[in-house]
T-cell receptor, first 113, second 113 residues
Framework: AQSVTQLDSQVPVFEEAPVELRCNYSSSVSVYLFWYVQYPNQGLQLLLKYLSGSTLVKGINGFEAEFNKSQTSFHLRKPSVHISDTAEYFC???????????FGKGTLLTVNP | NAGVTQTPKFQVLKTGQSMTLQCAQDMNHNSMYWYRQDPGMGLRLIYY???????DKGEVPNGYNVSRLNKREFSLRLESAAPSQTSVYFC????????????FGPGTRLTVT
């Protein structure tokens, strides 16, 4: 079985500040890790993914995440956020057959002017 | 390509009524999924179909049935709607190749009164 814990349900920041959204996972098998973003009243869109290789993964809109196997973490970072980054962010893990994803409960990022 | 489409976008039902949520994808993906999203709960898997002709229960299948009509379409049926099924429902698909990435539809917002 696998699980995902997003440590913060809400993160308020000011525009142009850096941000880190934290994600920890547990799994008994090798994992694939994802961050999705959901803008208000929309579906989910993939930000970035880790499947193998370099542990630092770059995604769309200037986001990046680092896979840390020893700490079972996959934190999402952006050095300077914009108002338009206001959204809910979901961390997800896949590690079994049937390509199922297990999602965290989400972190609402609010960027204030 | 339209990607993943869902109908309807909004629906209000009375307790005990039935309805079917429709999902279709035009990306020739093998696997399809139904999730529900509730505030503070993230996305929870209801049912999935690893390939045409197969369906399996996810985390929260009670009160739902599914049909994988063909490779493109995967429908979700509520036989007797209950207020606890008030939620936003998302359909997703994945190629079942080496990406594990799921592509999401825009969602159906269902209210059961």
């Amino acid at each position: 079985a696998q699980s995902v814990t997003q440590l913060d349900s809400q993160v308020p920041v000011f525009e142009e500040a850096p941000v880190e959204l934290r994600c920890n996972y547990s799994s008994s098998v090798s994992v694939y890790l994802f961050w999705y973003v959901q803008y208000p009243n929309q579906g989910l869109q993939l930000l970035l993914k880790y499947l193998s290789g370099s542990t630092l993964v770059k995604g769309i809109n200037g986001f990046e995440a680092e896979f840390n196997k020893s700490q079972t973490s996959f934190h999402l970072r952006k050095p300077s956020v914009h108002i338009s980054d206001t959204a809910e962010y979901f961390c997800a893990v896949s590690g079994g057959s049937n390509y199922k994803l297990t999602f965290g409960k989400g972190t609402l990022l609010t960027v204030n002017p | 390509n339209a990607g993943v489409t869902q109908t309807p976008k909004f629906q209000v039902l009375k307790t005990g009524q039935s309805m079917t949520l429709q999902c279709a994808q035009d990306m020739n993906h093998n696997s399809m999924y139904w999730y529900r999203q509730d505030p503070g709960m993230g996305l929870r898997l209801i049912y999935y179909s690893a390939s045409e002709g197969t369906t399996d229960k996810g985390e929260v299948p009670n009160g739902y049935n599914v049909s994988r009509l063909n490779k493109r379409e995967f429908s979700l049926r509520l036989e007797s709607a209950a207020p606890s099924q008030t939620s936003v429902y998302f359909c997703a698909s994945t190629p079942q190749a080496n990406s594990y990435e799921q592509y999401f539809g825009p969602g159906t917002r269902l209210t059961v009164t």
